[in-house]
């Protein structure tokens, strides 16, 4: 069933759909379309989503994504808190994405999640320290608070814990905090209430008690827990004396002189215990308004980082790391942010878990989340890698390590370990990191390469698998000479060690092809991509297109890379040049190439010698690397070239040395832009013969020369009586030139044959140029076809020979439409020549200008002209005009209509 009409501009949706919705009301749809940069919604999603229009821009559509995704329910696939203004509601997202065009769909579950909500409840006794649960303890103090005249509330925080679970098993470390618990609860009585506030935490209430005997009962009990026996559940000793020591930090505040009611007691006490822990006092704290005042900032900082801690609310955007070769994604970064209503940046979390001697927590966090981040989305990850960020002075215990990997086993083979650090880890914990990297089959990278601890030291240590070069050295890297030496050095220490470069914060275009061009593997920045709360299947197609251009236009001075073509059917022309192969030298006899027409590749192709091939072209944009033809047809080889779509070949055409045989077919269009300086379109230079050149296809073949000495099709003399066949196809040249020719012989002994199928444009400008023919020499030409002919320069012929001509031209059918304006020439025939020309079953257009100018025929040389059963109509202005004939020879006109208007004096020839 389709969702949206995408043939209807904007999409609308589908007669299936709206039926669909008539019976579940409460499914919404939506869809983002790339290339327009817009997004639109079904009624249904509007409604849910509170959106006023059914298209939103590409900019609203992400901030609405990152909105509804902020807030996910813990425990609920695909669920979201998302609130709209003084809304709230339950939504269930998914989302379906290609490079092109996503679909999603989003659902009203808030009466799904109230239902669950109502049947959870509180449990009363903690099963760890089999204490109250803090909730049971509220609810007691809560109720006797209001008869009681004085009290104080102790917040304690069981130092030493954390360290227990590196080589303690996880039954072992609750023993612990159980015998803990125990050593505290033997000072209960009826004026001392104890309850558990987490693993760590326990509350202890003094009712009616003055400060000085709760000191010493705080006291008593820190001395209790160090000297407490630590047992498990039968009985055995918990020896952790060498390891780890047992300690207390204490919070006090006091009610009702410093408090007024219990959340209010419960906040100071834990700001005392925040001050106890974040000085380092071993055990009592009590409660200052002036320190509470100074230090209520960083105060409720560190409790967000509790609370963060404890709930887990942290989430990840993933950054694309780019492929720089193909523009393909192979991999993400996952970057830490939070949610809910917390606004806390990546930098300050660590700050505040520095500060409170809990980085370990965020590093656990960040491993656990991480990984099943990866393994819910495990078919995005078939070939690429989940890069996390790791702290290696506070790495996992062995036993979470442990947990981890048997959780998920094989998946961390999809991981890269970003190691990020502003200290030095220490050598036991680099080898611990090497070690499990290696066992888990996971691959190490070093983030922030050249800022900091991230140096050549730490490089040898860690050995890793990537070097991610730090932003500091790729900013404005295509204004830095000694930014690109430097990255340069690196990527070349990568390569030779068999390492991948990536360049991070990559902001700009000229910083993206910077890079390139010095040789980096991969690039991650906001130009690419910027970090999203999803998983991107590509990024977008014009930066995709910029990063395989810019490659396509890096091409090694003097390095030669052949791939020989032997047994292959098809070779795609694109990875062929990524993979930095710089010719194709084909022995096979049949081969297709296939390229990307809005990609121009720097590719040479050769037929070897003595090797005959059906090559095809499809779409092929190629442009000679070296100084040589794009396409080499071998000494006594046959090439049949078949184009399909349509190709490009730029800077010089096609070599058809003389021996060697060129055919042109298929129903595609080839375009052959020359510019060398010497350039051939198709056949070989001036000073050299050319083969067999038949063009006989269905499409158009066109000629663009602008070298100073041009042959669009022909060669430079025709030893080997080798002859140029026009068969069929249209042919377009555009030849502007010193010297030029744009169909034929240079140096005489052309032969030409222009089939009925056959239609010419040719517009030619020069010194001395011709357009059918010959530059001298001899000349024979036959042509069926229609032609249209345009020319400009010094000394020019048409169709014929330019210099001191012999031969024969034959016009049997056709059109031909020719306009002249050069100061010598020739529009039929030749210069000075003897040439014979007939005329039959023709007709024919000539416009000239000049100074001495022949329409048909040659005003100072001899020859024939003959002209039967045709239409020929001229008009000449020029000083010494010529319309038709020779100076010595015959002129026959029969069954003809000739006329022609010479400086403005129109004369009809009478048939004879």
Partial sequence: MGIFDFSKTPPALSHDWQVFQQFVGNIGAFTYIAKEKAAYLDAVACHILGCP?????????????EKISKNP???????????????????????????????GFIQDFTRQISDISDRQAYVEYDPVTRLPSFPSFSQKIKK???????????TIFINGIDKL?????????????????????????????I????????????????????????????????????????????????????SLSIGCASYPEEASDFNMLVNY????????????????????????????????????????????LLTYHLQPIVETQTGEIVGYEALMRTIGDIKMAPTQILKIGAAQNDLYSIEKLTFFNTMKLLSDNQQIFDKRKLFINCLPSHLLTDEDFNELYLTYGELLEKTVIEIVEESAASDQNIETLKKRCGFAHATLAIDDYGAGYSNTSNLLHYSPDYIKIDRSLISDIHNDLKKQQLVTSIIEFCHENQLQSLAEGVETVQELKTVIRLGVDLVQGYYTSKPKPLFLNSISSDIKDEIIKTNLETRPDGVKKIYAAQNDTELDLLKLALEKYTDIHVYQSKLTIVGDPDKQVKMNIAIMDNHSCELTLKN????????????????????VLNVVKNNKLSYSGIYVPMGSQFELGGKGNLTIDCYASEGIGIGNDYDHGYGDITIDFGGTLEIISNSVEALCIGGGQNDDDSDIILRSGKIKIYMYSHNGLAIGSFNGDANIDIGENCSLDITISGIKVTGIGSCKGISTISSDADIVMSCTGAQAVGIGVLEDGEGSIYIKQGKISMKMRCAKHSCIGAIKGNINTKIKNAFISIDSEGDEVTGIGDALGTGNVTIIDSEVSMTVNAGNPKDIGTATGDVQIQNSNVTSLVNNKRTTYANN
């Avoid at 006797?144 to 102790?154: W, Y």
């Fill in 144 to 154: 006797i608070l209001p008869d009681v005249q004085q009290a104080c509330l102790a």
């Fill in 269 to 312: 006490s834990e700001f005392a215990l925040f001050e106890a822990r974040t000085d380092k006092r071993s055990v009592i704290n009590w409660y200052s308004e002036e320190n509470y005042i100074r230090e209520k900032d960083s105060y409720r900082n560190a409790q967000t980082f509790s609370r963060i801690v404890q709930e887990n």
């Fill in 195 to 246: 309850g558990s506030k987490s693993n760590y935490e326990i509350c202890v209430f003094f009712c009616d008690c003055d400060k000085m005997s709760i000191y010493n009962i705080l006291n008593s009990m820190g001395e209790a827990v160090q000297n407490c026996t630590l047992t498990d559940d039968f009985g055995e000793i918990i020896d952790i004396s060498d390891k780890s020591r047992i």
């Fill in 73 to 103: 329910v813990e425990g609920q696939k695909h669920i979201y808190k998302f609130t709209d203004g003084n809304t709230s509601r339950f939504v269930k997202m998914n989302v379906y994405e290609s490079s092109d065009v996503w679909l």
């Fill in 53 to 65: 229009s059914e298209k939103i821009n590409e900019f609203e559509f992400f901030d609405l994504l």
């Fill in 620 to 639: 092929v944009n190629m442009i000679s690397g070296n100084s040589k033809p794009t396409i080499t047809v071998g000494e006594y080889a046959r090439l």
């Fill in 165 to 193: 679970g590196s080589y303690l098993t996880v039954d072992n470390t609750n023993s612990c905090i159980t015998s803990v618990a125990e050593a505290l609860k033997s000072f209960e009585s009826d004026t001392i209430i």
